[in-house]
């Protein structure tokens, strides 16, 4: 029943989300604003840059210098060179996998293709890497499961998305699309993040076939 696959990256291909908030930390306590775990896990998993930027304007009001976003994105990058992991089995996983797949992330297109190349999960998705940027609207609305949808000829209904945060869910939800919980990555022991109970998790991607095959 299920001819596309649609993985979020981060979180759910690679464990990066806890590498991003120690980032994102550390840049705006460079710039004078305090946050802390709690305050990206609410306001910044699974949401784009922009989106992010306006939630802390906003929360401290105060403006960020021009050069934030770029000298957040470059730091992070510089930190993914040594730290960035794929997710446990992911690779191995997608091996064997004959169901078409791709990506859909709430990151710039430079920070997903680098996280795939530095990972090597690149060769499982080629072209097949949509990012927030090519829609209105990021997750949490539906737009950008919506636009995979039609790029790629598949009926929502048959569609399944795997993500690990609260927007990413909200949206695939919101699209009508079958969903699953992936939360094998370290942010989600480390923030205390707590998923929709109405939403069905996994937490080793050796489980993964046996899931697909309830769809």
């Known amino acids: 029943m299920i001819d596309l696959i649609i993985f979020d990256c981060d979180g759910v291909l ?13 840049e ?9 775990r709690d305050y990206v896990r609410i306001h910044c998993l699974g949401r784009s840059f922009p989106t992010v930027a306006k939630a802390i ?3 401290h009001r105060t ?24 997710t446990e089995g992911i690779a191995e996983m997608l091996e064997q996998l004959d169901i078409r797949r791709c990506v859909a992330t709430s990151s710039s297109p430079p920070r997903v293709a680098r996280t795939l190349e530095l990972t090597g999960l690149d060769k499982y998705f080629g072209e097949h890497v949509y990012t927030a940027s090519l829609v209105e609207r990021g997750k949490p609305a539906p737009d950008l499961f919506l636009h995979v949808a039609k ?10 998305v795997v993500e690990d945060s609260i927007p990413g869910i909200t949206a695939a939800k919101a699209a009508e699309m079958n969903v699953l919980a992936y939360t094998g990555a370290s942010h989600l022991r480390n923030l205390g993040i707590r998923l929709p109970d ?7 991607w050796s489980d993964f076939a046996h ?3 309830q769809f």
């Open 28 to 36: 705006l306590r460079n710039v004078g604003i305090k946050i802390d």
């Open 211 to 213: 899931l697909l095959r």
């Open 63 to 86: 403006p960020l210098p021009d050069d934030f976003e770029m000298r957040y994105r470059n730091t992070l990058l510089e930190r993914f060179e040594t730290r960035l992991r794929p």
């Open 151 to 160: 790029e790629m000829g598949i009926p929502k209904e048959r569609i399944l």
């Open 57 to 59: 304007r906003e929360s």
């Open 14 to 26: 690679v464990d990066s989300e806890i590498i991003s908030a120690e980032v994102l930390i550390e």
């Open 198 to 204: 109405d939403t069905q998790s996994f937490d080793n």
